[in-house]
Antibody
Framework: QVQLQESGPGLIRPSETLSLTCAVS????????WSWIRQPPGKGLEWIGY???????NYNPSLKSRVTILIDTSKNFFSLKLSSVTAADTAVYFC?????????WGQGTLVTVSS | DIQMTQSPSSLSASVGDRVTITCQAS??????LNWYQRKPGKAPKLLIY???NLETGVPSRFSGSGSGTDFVFTISSLQPEDFATYYC?????????FGQGTKLEIK
C-alpha cells in the first residue's frame, strides 16, 4: 500500500524559504495527484495545493504568490517550497495522495518559523 | 472561499453511544464533501468521501449523509479507538477548505 513520508528542516528563520519533500513508497507517483496540507498549532487544516503527475498544479490563492510544488517521477517524490515565511507559517505540514480526496496522508512534520 | 462550519467543536461521549457531527457549507457544494479522522501524532485518515461513501476498510459504524449545504457524520456505536478529532472538507471549487474540527472525548 502507498505510504508517504515528509522530511525537511524543523526550524527556519523568518523571510527564508521553507522546503519539504514527500517520499512516496509502495506505489508509483506517476499515476495520481499529490497534495500539501498544513495545520498551524491550535488551528484547523489548510489546503496548500496539489500537483498532477504530469506537473500541472493548483494552489490556494491565499498562498499562490509564495508556493511552488514540484514532482520528480524518476525518484518518486514531490516537494513544497514556501517563500518569505513568517511566524504565521509555523505549522504541521502534511503530504497526501489525491487532488481533492486525500488518502493516504503522511504523518506530518512540524516546521517552526523563528529567529 | 466556501466556509465550512462544523458543530459541535467538542463532544464528550461514552463507548457505545451514537454520535452525530454536522458540517454546514456557506454555499451549495452538491456532494463534494469528505470526512477525516485525526489522532494525535498520526496521519489523518479518510473515512467518508463524496458525502456518503464509506472508504474501503473503514468500519460500517461510520456513515455520512447530506448534500447541498448540510451534511451529517454519524458513528453508530462508539468504540474506544474512535476518540479523535474529525474534520469535514469540501472540494466543490478552489480553494478547498476544512471545517474547524470536532474533538470527540471520552465522558
Amino acid at each position: 500500500q502507498v505510504q508517504l513520508q515528509e522530511s525537511g528542516p524543523g526550524l527556519i528563520r523568518p523571510s527564508e524559504t521553507l522546503s519539504l519533500t514527500c517520499a512516496v513508497s509502495g506505489g508509483s507517483i506517476d499515476s495520481s495527484s499529490w497534495s500539501w496540507i498544513r495545520q498551524p498549532p491550535g488551528k484547523g487544516l489548510e489546503w496548500i495545493g496539489y500537483i498532477y503527475y504530469n506537473g500541472g498544479t493548483n494552489y490556494n490563492p491565499s498562498l499562490k504568490s509564495r508556493v511552488t510544488i514540484l514532482i520528480d517521477t524518476s525518484k518518486n517524490f514531490f516537494s513544497l517550497k514556501l517563500s518569505s515565511v513568517t511566524a504565521a507559517d509555523t505549522a504541521v505540514y502534511f503530504c497526501a495522495r489525491g487532488g481533492y480526496i486525500f488518502d493516504p496522508w503522511g504523518q506530518g512534520t512540524l516546521v517552526t518559523v523563528s529567529s | 472561499d466556501i466556509q465550512m462550519t462544523q458543530s459541535p467543536s467538542s463532544l464528550s461521549a461514552s463507548v457505545g453511544d451514537r454520535v452525530t457531527i454536522t458540517c454546514q457549507a456557506s454555499q451549495d457544494i452538491s456532494n463534494s464533501l469528505n470526512w477525516y479522522q485525526r489522532k494525535p501524532g498520526k496521519a489523518p485518515k479518510l473515512l467518508i468521501y463524496d458525502a456518503s461513501n464509506l472508504e474501503t476498510g473503514v468500519p460500517s459504524r461510520f456513515s455520512g449523509s447530506g448534500s447541498g449545504t448540510d451534511f451529517v457524520f454519524t458513528i453508530s456505536s462508539l468504540q474506544p479507538e474512535d476518540f479523535a478529532t474529525y474534520y469535514c472538507q469540501h472540494y466543490n471549487n478552489f480553494p478547498y477548505t476544512f471545517g474547524q474540527g470536532t474533538k470527540l472525548e471520552i465522558k
